[in-house]
C-alpha cells in the first residue's frame, strides 16, 4: 500500500521558515520523482516544486524560486520542503505527490492527506 504522509506544518509569523516533511513507504522511493503541491481557500492546487528520483533536478514555481528549496533523502525515503521568507500569501495546504508510480499493474498519481501552513501576524 502506498503511502505519503506529510508533517511539518504550523502556523508562522511572515517572514519565518518552515520545514515540511513527506515520508513515503509502499513503492521504490528513489526511483519515483516527487513534487509538491499547494492549495489555498478557493484556490486551484498549483505546483510548487519538483524533484527528480536522484535528487540531482529540481524546478520550482516562479512564486518561490529563491524562497523554497525541495530536497529528499532517499535513505530515508522522504522529500522535504525547506520554506524561508515566508509570506500571507504562501498560506495553503500543502500536498506531497509521486505522480507516476507503477503500481498493481499500472501507472498512478499518490496524494498525501496534506498539511496546513498558515502565515500570519
Known amino acids: 500500500q502506498v503511502q505519503l504522509v506529510e508533517s511539518g506544518g504550523g502556523l508562522v509569523q511572515p517572514g519565518g521558515s518552515l520545514r515540511l516533511s513527506c515520508a513515503a513507504s509502499g513503492f521504490t522511493f528513489s526511483s519515483n520523482a516527487l513534487s509538491w503541491y499547494r492549495q489555498a481557500p478557493g484556490k486551484e492546487r498549483e505546483l510548487v516544486a519538483a524533484?527528480?528520483?536522484?535528487?540531482?533536478?529540481?524546478n520550482y514555481a516562479n512564486s518561490v524560486k529563491g524562497r523554497f528549496t525541495i530536497s529528499r533523502d532517499n535513505a530515508k525515503n522522504t522529500v522535504y520542503l525547506q520554506m524561508n521568507s515566508l509570506k500571507p500569501e504562501d498560506t495553503a495546504v500543502y500536498y506531497c505527490n509521486a505522480p507516476a508510480v507503477y503500481y498493481s499493474g499500472r501507472w498512478r498519481s499518490f496524494w498525501g492527506q496534506g498539511t496546513q501552513v498558515t502565515v500570519s501576524s
Open positions: 524533484i527528480g528520483s536522484a535528487g540531482g533536478s529540481t
